[in-house]
C-alpha cells in the first residue's frame, strides 16, 4: 500500500485530545464562503484519449504492453514512436513536395509526463527492451572489428617508426623531409553499434554517432535533469542538441586532440519521462529556443491497480525493431552511404498541404511555448508519417514501400490534431502556471486524496507528508499555498495558540467540508 496519510494517522501523530476533537467537530466551523473548486484543476487542461489509427496493426500489442504494466497505453504508445524512428534515423527522409528540396529525418523527440506513481518507467521499459537486444546482437560483430582495429593501431606504430628513421637519414644526407605515410597514422577507434544511450556529453555522443551513422536513441528515466543540464560540462550543448533534431552534419572540436570530429548524420531520438512538478523549471527555466517544443508529450489520467490478464507479444515487437535497424543505405554516384528519399503520393501531399494551412490559423493568440508547439508540427507531421509507413511494412511484410499514403499521412494528421495539441496544452499551461497556484493545487489535491479534515502547517513539512509536497518542503513555498488557499476558501485558520493562552500559533488549519461534497 502506498504511504499516504489520513486524517487518523494526523490526529495521532500529533498525540493530542484537543486536536482530535476539533477534527471530529471541525464540520461545525463557519468558513464564509464556499470553496473554489477550481483549484483542483488549477487551469489544467484534462487529458485526451490517444486515438488509434495513427499505429494501425501495431496498436493492439502497444496496448498489450499497456495491459502487461499496468500503465496508460500513452505511455507505450509514445514509447514505441521514438523507438520506431531512432532505428530508421538517416536510412529514409521524407519529402513533402516533389517541387522543394525540403526533406525531413526520422528523428522524434518524446516525454511521458506523470507522478513517480504512474508507472512511466515499466511501460518505457517494456517498449524499449528490445533495442537492448539487437544492440546486443551487434556486440560480437564489433569484437571482431576491435581485432582488426588493435592490428591497424600496432602496424601504425611499426609504419611511423620506419618513417621516422627515414627522416633521420634525409636530414644525415641533406634531403627532403618525406611526407608520413597513410599507414602510420592510427585509425579512429571503432563505435560499437548502439542503439541506446542513457547519459552522455555532447562529445561523448558525438564519438558514437560516428560509429553509428543511422543515429540513436537518447533514453532517460527523468527528462528534467537532462533538460537543465546542457551546458553543466560543457559549453554549447544545448546547441549540440538543438542540431541533432535536425540530423544535419556537425563537427565537434575535441580536447586534447587535434582534429575535430566529424558526424554525417547527427540525429538522436530522445524518449524519457517526467514529473508534472519538475516541469515548471525544466520547460520554462531556460531561453525559448525552440527545444522544448520539438517534444510530443504524453501526459494521461493514472489508473488504479489492477492486475494485468494479457501477455504482450514481445516477439512481433522485437521483430519489428529488428525490420526497421535492418533497413540499408542508399549510395550515392560515387558508393558513399546516402539517406533514400520516400515521397509523400500526390494525395498524401494535398492533405498535408491543406493540413498545414489549418495548422497555422488562430495562432496570434497563443502563447509562445505553444506557438512555438505548433510551428514545428509541419516536420513532426512528415516524421511521424514516415515513421508509421514503415511500422507498416515491418509488421506485413514485404516490399518496402516506395511512398507514403494519404491513409498514413490523414491517420497522422487526426493524430497530432487530436492527441498531441491538446496534450501540449495540457503540458505548457500547467508549467506555466505561478507558482503559488501550482503548489496550492498540489495541497489541495493532496487533501482530498488523504480525506483530512484539519491540517497542520508544521507537520505537512514532515513525514508521511513530504514526500507528497516536494516543492513545499521550507516555510515560504508551504505558507504562500496555505494562504492561497485560505483566500479560496478551503482552508480556515483554526485560531488556537500551542500553550492554550498566549503563545504562538499553533498553525493548525480546517477544511472546508464542502470540498468533500459535506454540507
Known amino acids: 500500500m502506498p504511504n499516504v496519510a489520513t486524517a487518523t494517522d494526523f490526529a495521532d501523530s500529533r498525540d493530542d485530545a484537543a486536536i482530535r476533537a476539533a477534527i471530529s467537530g471541525a464540520q461545525s466551523v463557519p468558513f464564509p464562503t464556499t470553496p473554489d473548486m477550481e483549484i483542483l484543476r488549477a487551469g489544467r487542461r484534462p487529458a485526451v484519449i490517444m486515438p488509434s489509427d495513427m499505429f494501425g496493426q501495431a496498436w493492439k500489442l502497444i496496448c498489450d504492453v499497456a495491459e502487461g504494466t499496468g500503465s496508460p497505453v500513452d505511455y507505450a504508445a509514445i514509447g514505441f514512436i521514438a523507438s520506431c524512428a531512432s532505428l530508421i534515423g538517416g536510412k529514409r527522409r521524407v519529402r513533402p513536395y516533389g517541387e522543394s528540396q525540403w526533406r525531413e529525418p526520422c528523428i522524434i523527440w518524446a516525454g511521458a509526463v506523470g507522478d513517480p506513481s504512474a508507472k512511466k518507467s515499466p511501460a518505457l521499459d517494456a517498449i524499449t527492451a528490445p533495442l537492448r537486444a539487437i544492440e546486443a546482437d551487434h556486440a560480437f560483430d564489433h569484437q571482431s572489428r576491435m581485432l582488426g582495429y588493435y592490428a591497424d593501431v600496432e602496424r601504425a606504430k611499426v609504419e611511423k617508426k620506419a618513417w621516422e628513421k627515414l627522416i633521420d637519414d634525409a636530414h644525415k644526407n641533406g634531403l627532403g623531409t618525406p611526407s608520413m605515410p597513410v599507414a602510420a597514422v592510427e585509425p579512429e577507434e571503432p563505435q560499437r553499434r548502439r542503439t541506446m544511450i542513457m547519459d552522455a556529453t555532447p562529445e561523448a555522443v558525438g564519438a558514437i554517432l560516428s560509429g553509428n551513422p543511422s543515429g540513436t536513441l537518447h533514453f532517460r528515466d527523468e527528462l528534467a535533469g537532462w533538460l537543465t543540464s546542457f551546458d553543466r560540462y560543457s559549453p554549447g550543448g544545448r546547441e549540440f542538441w538543438l542540431e541533432a533534431y535536425g540530423g544535419r552534419p556537425f563537427v565537434i572540436d575535441r580536447k586534447g586532440s587535434k582534429t575535430a570530429l566529424t558526424i554525417p548524420f547527427n540525429g538522436v531520438s530522445v524518449l524519457g519521462g517526467i514529473q508534472p512538478e519538475k516541469m515548471a523549471g525544466a520547460l520554462l527555466g531556460a531561453v525559448d529556443d525552440g527545444l522544448v517544443a520539438r517534444f510530443l508529450w504524453a501526459w494521461p489520467d493514472p489508473l488504479p491497480f489492477r492486475r494485468p490478464r494479457q501477455l504482450a507479444d514481445m516477439g512481433l515487437l522485437e521483430t519489428i525493431y529488428r525490420r526497421l535497424d535492418a533497413l540499408v543505405w542508399g549510395r550515392d554516384e560515387a558508393g558513399n552511404a546516402t539517406a533514400i528519399t520516400v515521397p509523400l503520393t500526390p494525395q498524401a501531399a494535398d492533405l498535408f498541404e491543406a493540413w498545414g494551412k489549418a495548422n497555422s490559423e488562430g495562432m496570434e493568440d497563443a502563447g509562445s511555448l505553444y506557438k512555438s508547439f505548433c510551428g514545428k508540427l509541419e516536420g513532426v507531421v512528415l516524421r511521424l508519417a514516415l515513421t508509421m ?124 467540508p464542502a470540498v468533500f461534497g459535506e454540507q
Open 389 to 512: 509507413e514503415l511500422v507498416q511494412w515491418a509488421i506485413r511484410g514485404g516490399d518496402e514501400p516506395q511512398s507514403i499514403s494519404a491513409l498514413t499521412l490523414g491517420a497522422v494528421a487526426e493524430w497530432v490534431d487530436n492527441y498531441a495539441k491538446p496534450m501540449a496544452l495540457r503540458v505548457y499551461g500547467d508549467a506555466s502556471l505561478p507558482v503559488v497556484e501550482r503548489n496550492a493545487a498540489i495541497l489541495a489535491r493532496y487533501i482530498i486524496k488523504t480525506g483530512m479534515k484539519r491540517i497542520n502547517k508544521r507537520d505537512l513539512k514532515r513525514s508521511p507528508h513530504k514526500s507528497h509536497l516536494p516543492t513545499m518542503r521550507t516555510a515560504q513555498p508551504m505558507d504562500e499555498a496555505i494562504q492561497y488557499l485560505c483566500d479560496a476558501a478551503w482552508l480556515m485558520e483554526a485560531g488556537t495558540r500551542e500553550d492554550g493562552n498566549g503563545g504562538r500559533k499553533s498553525g493548525d488549519y480546517v477544511i472546508h
